[in-house]
């Protein structure tokens, strides 16, 4: 059901990963509408830069230091986050880390860590949040997903099972939360950020890099799909083809994903035979 955010002036919103990237972008428009908000990541330098960023633009910043990860630190910082605001009217769950890697590649520790990061750092502020949001009889809530959460992306699986589980959490809370709370999923493509390192960039299709997106473009788009109370927006939308193309013709669609990442694939490392 649509519940349309259409101006976030003295709204109140929480951005998870606000340090960089996407959830800076996000920062930088939700400011310029005048909307007061709770910065959160690690780095607190670049947190604090973006935050004198948000108040030059209009909006008002508080930093709240926090790892995701860690179930106990993601409570304490929706407690304050609420007491500093005084609640949150919309959430953006954005933190997140990749890897391209294989399976065989990945190192189990860093593989857990990824899921915690995406999957379970986004569960913990989903549960502290939705309730708060039920009580008061509304809410919206953005989950940066991924493309990679809607087509299985080889060569960086344990990211795109992290990105399928959030946005299976993200979709079905939709219609759990609805009408009071408002759910928005988010699949960026390739996006021009520090998420992709240097040493990994040969690791993407030549197409993924040639047509990735600044992070402006996928702020723009999440503002207007909570505009327009939309569920979910793909973003660049061209991408939505190959998501519909994978429900008719699945076999297809991973006969060009092999054909596409076979070279990235057989450069990859391989256990010794
Ligand atoms: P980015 O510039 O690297 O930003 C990632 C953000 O997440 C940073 O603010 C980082 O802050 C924060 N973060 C990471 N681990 C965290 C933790 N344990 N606790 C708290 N914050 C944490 O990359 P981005 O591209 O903007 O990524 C944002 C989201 O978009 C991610 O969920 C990513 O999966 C998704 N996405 C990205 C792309 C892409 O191609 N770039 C495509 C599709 C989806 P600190 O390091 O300061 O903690």
Request: include cysteine; charged fraction near 25%; glycine fraction near 8%.
């Amino acid at each position: 059901m649509a519940n349309p955010m259409r101006n976030l002036r003295d709204r109140t919103v929480l951005i998870t990963g606000a340090s960089s990237g996407i959830g800076r972008a996000i920062a930088e428009r939700a400011a310029a509408e005048g909307a007061r908000m709770a910065l959160v990541a690690r780095r607190k330098e670049q947190l604090d830069a973006v935050a004198e960023r948000v108040r030059t633009l209009g909006g008002e910043a508080h930093v709240i230091l926090c790892d995701v990860a860690n179930r106990h630190a993601a409570l304490a910082c929706v407690e304050q986050a609420e007491e500093i605001l005084g609640g949150v009217d919309v959430a953006v769950i954005n933190a997140g880390v990749g890897r391209h890697r294989t399976l065989v590649e990945h190192d189990l520790d860093d593989a857990e860590r990824l899921l915690r990061v995406n999957v379970l750092g986004a569960l913990y502020f989903a549960h502290a949040l939705a309730p708060r949001m039920l009580a008061r009889g509304e809410g919206w809530m953005v989950f940066m997903a991924s493309i990679a959460g809607l087509l299985p992306v080889p060569g960086e699986a344990v990211y795109s099972a992290s990105k399928f589980a959030l946005v299976g959490l993200a979709e079905a809370l939709s219609i759990e939360l609805e009408p009071s709370v408002h759910v928005l999923t988010v699949c960026p493509g390739a996006v021009r950020t520090d998420f992709v390192r240097d040493d990994e960039l040969d690791r993407m299709p030549a197409s993924a890099q040639s047509s990735a997106i600044e992070p402006e473009e996928v702020a723009r788009a999440t503002l207007d799909a909570l505009a327009e109370g939309r569920t979910r927006v793909i973003v660049p939308g061209k991408l939505g083809v190959a998501v519909a193309l994978r429900g008719v013709a699945p076999g297809l669609v991973r006969s060009g994903t092999a054909r596409a990442l076979a070279p990235i694939l057989k450069r990859a490392k391989r256990p010794a035979e």
